[in-house]
Nanobody, 122 residues
């Protein structure tokens, strides 16, 4: 079965950085676009970033453009999200996602990770 395992979340001060990792198994990683979404209690899951299968194309949500960088290593079946200049409003549970389409839509996601908490203190 498909498994997406996030790691790298934690507590950081505003202005700091974190790097999330998503290790995938049970799927042919290079055939899937990978993405990151985030969610806070009481709100809908929000698109953060996506990367195409070969890594040549990327998408970012408006709130993270210029601060976050998505990447992938197909040899390691792993996707990454480098988060810099973090703000308190970035606090959320971050979910890794695998999609057959290069998309920002929740509806296009084929598999989800379990989520990792990111907390940014002011």
């Amino acid at each position: 079965q498909v498994q997406l395992a996030e790691s790298g979340g934690g507590l950081v001060q505003a202005g700091g950085s974190l790097r999330l990792s998503c290790a995938a198994s049970g799927l042919t990683f290079s055939l899937y676009a990978m993405g990151w979404f985030r969610q806070v209690p009481g709100k809908e899951r929000e698109f953060v970033s996506a990367i195409s299968r070969a890594g040549f194309r990327t998408l970012y949500g408006d709130s993270v453009k210029g601060r976050f960088t998505i990447s992938r290593d197909n040899a390691k079946n792993t996707a990454y999200l480098q988060m810099d200049s973090l703000k308190p409003e970035d606090t959320a549970v971050y979910y890794c996602a695998a999609s057959r389409q290069f998309s920002s839509m929740v509806a296009d996601v084929s598999a989800w990770g379990q989520g990792t908490q990111v907390t940014v203190s002011s």
